[in-house]
């Protein structure tokens, strides 16, 4: 609508000068010219701004009234001001309320960039969040990872944690559990393996660190599927049940200690002892 307004004022005044041309003398078109360029020029003065001319063209005009088209002094001008002054200058865009409706788009205009800035600050605040809720879940599973809560292998408990009368007599370190021979022994936390190979009574087994003093050990295996040094993960695959070393029959010594000293391994566990890892 504003456009409308502005083309019609700007049609009205071509018309206008095309009159003035023909009725008015010589002496009375210099005198309006002299009046417009007045106007001009007090539109500089109070907006602090170029006026443009009529037909379009770009004029700087003086506080005396004399005009220049050096754009290069004056560059940079909007376009709402360049109405603003063009209209002022022709018929006084005080009393059409074009002034006000400049303003209020130039407000508009600083609100919209307002908005913007807010938008971008709440947009990096959010992503902060997200990437602090994922670095919290995953150093979460990184932790549950480490704690040995799964069962080495399917089977049976022969021998518990604490003193026993048999097979031998004496503090026992950890769980036997019975499984076929050949079975899978899944790590029951991650970690890296700090030992694999054969060792006394135990035969061959495999000692996993897991951090935060926690370690965990898998004797009397027929077969070893690991390294020294190697990161495995939790339920992954480490040996094979056996009965090497002092063992009545295929099983699984599975032992956790805290700081080097055996722990029950029980209250570890998830589920019952038919609950096992998911390879």
């Known amino acids: 609508m504003l456009w409308q307004r502005v083309g019609t004022l700007q049609r009205d005044d071509e ?6 041309h023909v009725i008015v003398p010589k002496s009375a078109q210099q005198s309006q010219a002299r009046n417009k360029a007045a106007a ?14 009529r ?3 770009r004029t700087d005009v003086t506080a005396t009234g004399e005009s220049t088209r050096d754009n290069a002094k004056h560059g940079g001008l909007g376009v709402w001001a360049a109405i603003t002054l063009w209209l002022h200058s022709v018929v006084g865009t005080d009393s059409l309320g074009f002034a006000a409706e400049a303003a209020e788009l130039s407000s508009l205009t600083s609100a919209v960039d307002e908005t913007g800035r807010q938008t971008t600050a709440l947009e990096s605040r959010m992503r902060a969040v997200a990437q602090a809720k994922i670095a919290r879940e995953l150093a979460r599973e990184r932790y549950l990872a480490a704690i040995p809560s799964i069962w080495p292998t399917l089977g049976y408990v022969s021998s518990g944690f604490g003193y026993r009368s048999y097979p031998d007599s004496g503090f026992h370190p950890g769980l036997d559990i019975v499984n076929d021979y ?9 970690g890296v393996v700090v030992e694999a190979g054969w060792y006394a009574g135990y035969g061959y087994r495999v000692i996993i660190d897991h951090g935060n003093g926690l370690s965990s050990m898998y004797a009397h ?3 070893l599927l ?6 495995v993960k939790k339920g992954q695959e480490i040996a094979e049940i056996g009965e ?3 063992a009545t029959g295929p099983h699984v010594h599975y032992q956790v200690m805290l700081w080097g000293r055996p722990i029950d391994p029980t209250p570890y566990l998830s589920g019952s002892v038919k609950v096992v890892a998911q390879l």
Not at 41 to 47: D, E, H, L, T, W
């Open 182 to 190: 050949g079975a899978p022994i899944v790590a029951t936390a991650s």
């Open 244 to 246: 090497t070393g002092f």
């Open 15 to 20: 018309e206008m000068h095309r009159l003035t």
């Open 226 to 231: 690991v390294e020294e040094g190697q990161t």
């Open 40 to 53: 001009r020029a007090g539109a500089v003065k109070q907006y602090g701004m170029r006026a443009p001319t």
């Open 55 to 57: 037909g379009g063209i």
């Open 221 to 223: 295996a027929s077969r």
